[in-house]
């Protein structure tokens, strides 16, 4: 994972996108922007058939890559507190993860952009 570490003292920006467990990855800014976009996508993904895995993975590359464009995707090592990038292939399972569940975190709608309607 050598490369992967951030410098020491280093921490995620306001458009990382942070990993983990609680609720400080669920209060992130970053992972606002994430939910947003996982969400304006979630029903075209659900249409999609079982057997229509390489439409599914074009969906959830083309979030990674939006992502991707300002943002970093990162975990932070729970035995040393340092942060890391994820993986790409760490980073696909998350999001079609994400695309599956009938999850959503409250704080994306308390943001004003909001216009979506996946609210349950």
Known sequence: ?????LDVGEKPTLLDIV???????????????YWEHVLSHRSEYKLLCDDDKAEKHRIAVSIMNYLAETGRFLQKETHTGRWYRLPT?????KIKQALRDEYVPNQVFQSENWQGNAHP
Do not use: Q
């Open 19 to 33: 990993f983990g467990r609680g609720g400080g990855a669920n209060h992130h800014p970053g992972n606002r922007r």
């Open 89 to 93: 292939e760490t980073i696909i399972v």
């Open 1 to 5: 994972m050598g490369d992967l570490y």
